[in-house]
C-alpha cells in the first residue's frame, strides 16, 4: 500500500515527496555521495513515503535523557550536552579513538569513540550532542555507541526504534530522518473501510504508522503493529481471493468425464491398493477434471506416499477423453525418474515420451511431431515443454512437479499451449509438506490436497546424527553391513567441485576418497547435476540394476529416485541443508522390505538437525522449519513468490492471516467487484494485480 494520496484521494496517486538528494545526505553521513545514494537505493528509500513505511524491527528502551553529574557507573545513559574540545589519537595500529570533553548545566564528562575518526572532524567544538552508551567511571567518561547532532532528544531517548540499515545509511540517521518528516505521516492514506475497522477494532492507519516508529506509551506498538500487519495480510488476501474468483468466473478449461475407459483397467494392473488418501486425492481431482472451471490444485504429501501415482490417474483421464497432458519436471535427473516410474506404472498400454533440452535431435523432431498431432497423449519433461517449438493439438491439462523451482511465467508459458478459448487443468505438485501458514500465501490461490499416509509395507527410519572420528567410523562400519547383507548405500556431498569457501565435501573428490578407503572393497557410482543426460542415466541404472553399492551424488537425488533396495543415506555437511530438504534425502531410503539408516554428518547440538532424529512426521517436520528459518526462507520462497511482509510476522501471526482471509471472503461477498464508495482504494489495490476490470 502506498503511503500517499493526492490531495484528490484518488487510488494509489502517489505524491512523491523526495528524501535529501545523495550529495545532501553525504555531507551528512560523511561518505561520498555516490555511497550515499547506493545506501538509500539499497534499503529501498527513495521518497518520503518509502520512509514512512520504512518500519523498525524492534525498540530499545533508553530511558529518559539523563544530567551527567547523576549518571552512575555501569549505566547505560542517554545524555544532551554540547562539545568544549576534541581530538583524535591512534595509540596503536588499527585502532584510533576521538576523545572529546562534553559538558551540560551539571558539569563535564569524558566521551569516547572508537575506530570511528570521522567524529573529530564533524564534531567541532560548540556542536550540540545527543550520546548514548555505556557510563564508566568519572574518569573515563562515556563509551559513545550512537549520537547525534542537535539539541532534540525527543527521538533519541525513551523508547527509541531500530531500524533495518546498511553500513553507509545508519539506524541513527534513519530514525533522524523519519523524525524529521513526522508531522507528514497524518497525510498517510486510509485503505480500510470504517466497517471493518470497527469489527476488528482497529486504530486508523496514520495514528498507527506514527505509533510504530515513536510509541509514546508502552501498549502503543504492538497495538499498532497489529493494525498493521492485519492491513498486510488483508490486502494480500483479498487479492488471492479476486484472483480465484476472477479465474472461476472468466476463464474455461475442457471438462473431463471420469468415463472409466482407461483409467479402471489401469487400477487392476497395479500391484498395489491405494491407500485412503490416495483414494480422496483423486476423487477431489476427478471432481475438479469433470468441471468447466479451470483446476488449480496443489498435491502434497509425506515423502513416499505416491503423489505420482495420483498424477497419473489424473494424466489418463484426460488421456481417455482424447485430449492430451504432461508432467514438467525442474531437473532432467528428476523428469527421467519420472518418465521411469510412468512407464512402469503403465505397463506399457499407453505411449508416453521424454522432452529435455538433452533428447536427441531425431528424437525431437518425433516427439513435436506426434504431439502436434495429437497422436502422442502424456508427454514428461523439463523447461523444454515450454519452447515455442512445442506445440499440443488438444492441451487439457498440466502436472508441475516441485512447482516451486519454476517461476510464474515458466508455468502460465505451458499453461498457453492450451487450445484456443480454454486454459488447461492444473495439478502442481510439490514433495515437501507446506505449513498451512504457506498454503495461505504462497499457495493461496490453490485449492490443496494432502497425502500424509503411508503405502503399506513402508520400514522405519532410523536416524543418528554422528559428529567425530570414531561415530563417523563406525557409520561406515554400518554401511559395509548393510552391503554385506545385499543393500546399497547413498552417500550425498553438497557441492559437485571442491570449495575451500565453503568447506564442503565435493561428490567428486568424495566418490574418489570413498572407493580408496572406506568402500574400497565395494563398487562406487557417482551422479550429480553437471554430467552429461546419459552419464547420469547409467549411473542411475546401475544403482537400480545393483551393478554398484554405493552411489556418491550431490541433491540432484533429493526427489523421484526410487530405489527399493538401498537401505542407507549417509549425508555429508548435513548443515548445509534445510530440515525439508534432508527430510527428502532421507525418504530415498526405506521404500523396500528393509529396515534403513539415515546418517547425518553434522552437529547433534543443531535443532534442524536434532529434529530430523526426533521426528520422522514431515508434516511436523515442515512447522519446525518454518518456526527456525520463517517463511521467506522456506522452500526457497523469497525467489519464488513469497510475499515480502513488512510488518507481518509468519508464523507468528498465523491467527491474524486467518482473520484476514476471512475478511476479505467476507468483503467480497458483500461487494463482489468492489464498487462502494468506501472500498475505492481496496479496488485500486485490486486492478493494479489486473483482476478485476478498471
Not at 231 to 253: G, K, Q, S
Request: charged share 30%; with cysteine.
Amino acid at each position: 500500500m502506498r503511503a500517499f494520496a493526492s490531495d484528490e484521494q484518488q487510488p494509489l496517486d502517489v505524491q512523491l515527496l523526495s528524501l535529501p538528494r545523495p550529495s545532501e545526505l553525504a555531507r551528512e553521513l560523511d561518505v561520498k555521495p555516490k555511497r550515499a545514494g547506493q545506501a538509500a537505493e539499497a534499503l529501498g528509500l527513495h521518497t518520503v513515503g518509502d520512509l514512512i513505511e520504512h518500519f523498525p524491527f524492534r525498540h530499545e528502551d533508553r530511558g529518559e535523557a539523563r544530567p551527567i553529574a547523576a549518571l552512575s557507573p555501569g549505566e547505560d545513559a542517554t545524555v544532551v550536552a554540547q562539545v568544549r574540545r576534541i581530538s583524535l589519537r591512534r595509540p596503536r595500529p588499527r585502532l584510533t579513538m576521538v576523545e572529546a570533553t562534553v559538558f551540560d548545566e551539571s558539569g563535564p564528562m569524558k566521551a569516547t569513540w572508537f575506530n570511528q575518526p570521522w567524529v573529530a572532524d564533524r564534531l567541532a567544538p560548540g556542536t550540540r550532542v545527543v550520546l548514548h552508551g555505556k557510563f564508566q567511571n568519572a574518569r573515563r567518561g562515556l563509551t559513545v555507541s550512537e549520537y547525534e547532532v542537535g539539541t532534540d532528544a525527543s527521538h533519541s531517548a525513551g523508547v527509541v526504534p531500530v531500524y533495518p540499515a546498511t553500513e553507509h545509511l545508519k539506524s541513527p540517521k534513519i530514525r533522524e530522518l523519519v523524525w524529521s518528516v513526522r508531522d507528514t505521516i497524518r497525510h498517510v492514506v486510509e485503505p480500510l473501510p470504517a466497517w471493518l475497522r470497527v469489527a476488528e477494532r482497529l486504530p486508523d492507519r496514520a495514528a498507527a504508522v506514527d505509533a510504530v516508529h515513536f510509541p509514546e506509551q508502552e501498549d502503543e506498538e504492538p497495538a499498532a503493529r497489529r493494525r498493521l500487519a492485519f492491513e498486510e495480510l488483508f490486502l494480500f488476501e483479498l487479492t488471492v481471493a479476486a484472483r480465484r474468483r476472477a479465474r472461476d468466473e472468466e476463464l474455461t478449461a475442457p471438462a473431463l468425464e471420469a468415463t472409466g475407459e482407461l483409467v479402471d483397467g489401469w487400477l487392476t494392473t497395479l500391484p498395489f491398493s491405494l491407500t485412503g488418501d490416495q483414494r480422496a486425492a483423486t476423487e477431489a481431482i476427478d471432481a475438479d477434471l469433470a468441471r468447466e472451471r479451470p483446476m488449480q490444485r496443489l498435491l502434497m504429501g509425506e515423502v513416499g506416499s505416491g503423489k505420482t501415482v495420483v498424477a497419473l490417474h489424473a494424466m489418463l483421464r484426460a488421456a481417455e477423453n482424447g485430449r492430451q497432458a504432461v508432467m514438467m519436471a525442474p531437473t532432467e535427473t528428476l523428469a527421467e525418474q519420472h518418465l521411469a516410474t510412468l512407464d512402469r506404472l503403465l505397463g506399457g498400454h499407453v505411449p508416453i515420451a521424454l522432452l529435455t533440452g538433452s533428447t536427441p535431435a531425431a528424437r525431437r523432431r518425433e516427439i513435436l511431431d506426434r504431439s502436434a498431432s495429437g497422436e502422442l497423449g502424456l508427454v514428461v519433461g523439463t523447461h523444454a515443454l515450454i519452447e515455442p517449438a512445442v506445440v499440443f493439438r488438444d492441451l487439457a491439462l498440466v502436472v508441475v512437479d516441485e512447482q516451486h523451482r519454476f517461476g510464474v511465467r515458466q508455468r502460465a508459458a505451458l499453461e498457453d499451449k492450451a487450445p484456443e478459448g480454454l486454459v488447461p487443468h492444473v495439478l502442481h505438485m510439490t514433495a515437501t509438506p507446506i505449513p498451512r501458514t504457506l498454503q495461505r500465501t504462497v499457495y493461496g490461490d490453490l485449492d490443496v490436497t494432502a497425502l500424509r499416509e503411508l503405502p503399506a509395507g513402508r520400514r522405519p527410519i532410523q536416524t543418528h546424527v554422528v559428529d567425530g572420528a570414531r561415530a563417523r567410523a563406525r557409520a561406515y562400519e554400518r554401511a559395509r553391513e548393510e552391503i554385506a547383507a545385499g543393500r546399497q548405500v547413498f552417500v550425498v556431498c553438497p557441492l559437485v567441485e571442491e570449495s575451500e569457501a565453503l568447506q564442503a565435501k565435493a561428490a567428486t573428490r568424495e566418490a574418489e576418497e570413498l572407493q580408496r578407503t572406506e568402500f574400497r572393497d565395494q563398487r562406487v557410482a557417482l551422479i550429480h547435476g553437471q554430467m552429461s543426460s546419459r552419464d547420469k542415466q547409467e549411473a542411475m541404472r546401475r544403482f537400480a540394476e545393483r551393478e554398484a553399492d554405493v552411489l556418491v551424488a550431490t541433491s540432484v537425488i533429493e526427489v523421484g529416485i526410487d530405489v527399493p533396495n538401498a537401505s542407507v543415506m549417509m549425508i555429508e555437511a548435513a548443515e548445509r541443508y534445510g530440515i525439508s530438504q534432508l527430510h527428502q534425502l532421507r525418504g530415498r531410503i526405506g521404500r523396500g522390505p528393509h529396515e534403513s539408516l539415515c546418517i547425518l554428518f553434522g552437529d547433534p547440538k543443531l535443532p534442524r538437525l536434532r529434529a530430523l532424529a526426533d521426528s520422522r512426521d514431515g508434516f511436523e517436520l515442515a512447522t519446525i522449519d518454518l518456526d527456525i528459518r520463517g517463511a521467506g526462507d522456506v522452500l526457497g520462497t523469497r525467489q519464488h513468490g513469497m510475499p515480502l511482509f513488512r510488518v507481518a510476522r509468519l508464523p507468528d501471526d498465523d491467527e491474524l492471516l486467518e482473520r484476514a482471509h476471512s475478511r476479505a471472503e467476507e468483503l467480497l461477498d458483500r461487494d463482489p467487484r468492489l464498487e462502494a464508495a468506501e472500498h475505492a482504494l481496496l479496488r485500486g489495490v485490486v486492478i493494479s494485480e489486473e483482476l478485476i476490470p478498471a
